[in-house]
């Protein structure tokens, strides 16, 4: 933590959970407010390396939680782990006395932070908002585009929507459950439930993530991408006169997949680079294959020709940032929704989890169409131009400072 505040001046809390972990403040919001951390699960490690202390908070166990969502399941945690989440949070802010709790990915905090009466700024993407412009399940994806052009397209995403919405927020009914339990002002429901009770910043871009009717205190801020201190292995920089491909999955990775990604790369005229989070042990690879457990990303995809991944949005973004094409392999919804937005705006293809387990080698197939085709880099190249107009955490430390003013 940082130094006491001063008497009669509560801390911020700062209410770390999944996701990637935000930039360290600067140093001139640390002379004035306290940061406090709180979280579990290995991605704690990268907020300790900074020199921050990580308070323990109880989450719900990952495997279950993606194994519901990778299955489809509308009830992604039973309610009793919501409830249970709100319980903990009660108890850390008692303990902390937060002015504000800033949140990523936390389900709980919209709804404990209005019990407790605490402001609550969420940081989130777009698709997981209430006000996203497009449907997360496109039920009309068969019409033909000729026939969904103009406004019947734009109603039949209208109806998408509200269809979604409506049957997602009656499944997990939960959150209006305990909106009317404890009188919240502003009601959570399933769809909301990761945006801020008071301010919501928007880690996209529009141009990625198209919202619509968005309220006053919804902000697009630009990606919040993370930034590493971690130094290079000692084979890097690798060969110059081959190509690269840089492979990562994030932290919902599996195993399998990496042995097989490897292999790939025997014998082909080019470089692979694959991080897998610490989540699996490949063992022997080709000459031309460099495995870690984690490198600095922005290092490799400035590096690289090109970017394999999950379609997660931090992985997408630090490609396009460097303006690298992408092929996603997405395993759950959300990761589907993302590489949707990378076709639509030319910069790289999805490949199917099921595809590339029935027949691994479509995976080099996709990289080498990719590689060839230089309207993917052009593409990539053009989000790269409109991504240098943000600074996400700077955009994102004056709205938390703006929204803290009123009530210091």
Known sequence: MGADPPV????????????APPVAPSPAIEDDLD?????????????KDEGFDVLPLYEPDPGMLFGNIRRGNLRFVPDSEI?????????????????????????SAAISAQIAKVQHSAIVNASSTEYRALPYIPFFSRIPGVMRAGGVGRALDSINLKV??????????????L???????????????????????LADIPEYFPTRNLPADYHYIGPLTLKSSMPAPAWW??????????????????GEFFRSAAELFRGKDMTAVITTGAQASIGATPENVHVEPYMDGDMVAKRSDLVVCHGGNGTIYQAL??????????????????????EALGAGKALSWERFRKDPSTLMAFIDEVSADVRYSQSALAVKKILGGYDAPVSAASLILKSLGGNR
């Open 321 to 342: 940032e460097h303006g690298r094409p992408i092929i996603g392999l997405p395993t759950i919804p959300d990761q589907e929704f993302n590489m949707r937005r990378v």
């Open 35 to 47: 940061v406090v951390f709180a979280g579990s699960g290995p991605q704690a490690r990268f907020i």
């Open 8 to 19: 009669g001046e509560p801390p911020l809390g700062v209410n770390f959970s999944g996701g």
């Open 237 to 254: 920089p690798p060969d110059p006169s081959r190509p690269l491909v840089y492979i990562t999955m994030g932290t919902t990775g599996m």
């Open 164 to 177: 979604e919405m409506l049957v997602f927020d009656n499944v997990m009914g939960v959150f209006k459950r």
């Open 83 to 107: 409830e249970r989440m709100v319980e903990a949070d009660l108890a850390i802010y008692k303990e902390v006395r937060p002015a504000m709790v800033l949140t990523d990915g936390r389900f």
């Open 179 to 201: 909106s009317n339990k404890y009188r919240l002002r502003r009601r959570v429901t399933a769809t909301n439930c990761l945006c801020g009770a008071d301010l919501t910043l």
